[in-house]
């Protein structure tokens, strides 16, 4: 007798199906960077078997970075991934990775460990941190997935501190939180000094470049997984038309995030110039030593360079226009 599917299974199937599973993955700081720029999770054989029996599409990892050599991320939750696709063979060298697979950010931040110890359930009545993070850690047999509540309780944490708290305070005014500047003169009638110059302003800044060399700039940009600061495209019916932008430009206020959408755009729209706008010198360096992979194809521009161009623009305004609009006669 041929036996049909019962409501009670299609139940339990779409209960498996719906469940998402939670893991915190233990890690060194560098190698959460690596995540960050490939979009790749690994794991290096003979590890791998009970790894990729748990970690499968659709499992969300909870990223934690350890104290041992550390420099910004110590002892901190610093992002929640999803896996997307299915594990396979490192084609290249990766943190002596043996099997990958992909995954795609759902947040990221940083939010230390102490400061929300005693609201994790997972960690209330262990003997100490790290048996509790261990309990929770895919790679011990022993292990369960983290308690949802916790996981959820981790990305609105990390949500909450990444803006408008950035993680590495790079151009030190949270996004959102600078005055409206105009003209290097702020909304009191005052002179702008450095510390004015914030994201607002940058984006001020590239949105009047564009218009003098042509372009059709849009702000809060939709992506998909992301909203992008600002990006150009050559005239406004490319931008109505649903074409790729030229350039793409995140003001930086947090390196890490700044990267996962320069990412996105590139991953998205592949030939467009990746631009990101740093306050200082020592930003720039921050940011440089974070892209790895990227730094090839993202322009580190300094804030004070982009003023600058935007200010020798205005002088010499129609003369920019006519000699860019040669070939659009």
């Given amino acids: 007798m041929r036996r049909g599917i019962t409501p009670a299974k299609v139940f339990l199937y779409l209960g498996y199906v719906l469940l998402v599973n939670y893991w915190l993955v233990i890690m060194r700081e560098r190698v959460f960077m690596g995540i960050v720029e490939t979009g790749l999770f690994g794991c290096r054989d003979p590890e791998c078997g009970l790894l990729m029996t748990r970690v499968r599409p659709g499992t969300r990892l909870v990223l934690f970075v350890s104290g ?6 110590c002892k901190s939750f610093v992002g929640v991934f999803e896996v997307v ?12 990775w043996s099997h990958v697979v992909e995954v ?20 209330r009545g262990r003997r100490g941190i790290t048996e509790a993070l261990h309990s929770v850690d895919p790679s011990n047999p022993r292990a369960m997935p983290m308690p949802v509540e916790d996981a959820e309780l981790i990305i609105n944490e990390l949500r909450n501190q990444s803006m408008p708290k950035p993680v590495i305070e790079v151009l030190g005014t949270p996004k959102g939180g600078a005055k409206e500047v105009v003209g290097g003169v702020d909304s009191t009638g005052a002179k702008a ?14 949105k009047e470049a564009a218009q003098l060399f042509g372009y059709y700039p849009v702000s809060n940009v939709d992506a998909g997984e992301y909203r992008l600061d600002l990006a150009w495209w050559g005239n406004e019916d490319e931008y109505r038309d649903g074409l790729a932008p030229l350039a793409v430009f995140e003001v930086v206020d947090n390196p890490e995030q700044a990267l996962a959408r320069l990412k996105h755009a590139r991953d998205k729209w592949r030939g467009v110039r ?16 974070s892209f790895h992979e990227l730094r090839r194809r993202v322009r580190v521009i300094l804030l004070s360079e982009l003023s ?22």
């Fill in 104 to 123: 795609k950010p759902i947040s990221l931040g940083r939010v230390e460990l102490g400061s929300i110890a005693n609201k994790l359930s997972f960690i």
């Fill in 85 to 96: 696709g299915d594990w396979v063979k490192a084609g290249k060298k990766l943190n002596d």
């Fill in 193 to 206: 000094g450095a510390e004015a110059l914030g994201i607002s302003e940058a984006v001020t800044l590239l």
């Fill in 308 to 329: 600058g161009l935007v200010r020798d623009l205005r002088n010499h305004g129609e003369l920019v226009r006519e000699f860019v609009m040669l070939d659009k006669d």
């Fill in 68 to 73: 041992f050599g550390c420099k910004s991320y």
């Fill in 274 to 289: 990746l631009y990101a706008i740093v306050k200082d010198e020592n930003a720039e360096r921050v940011l440089r030593g």
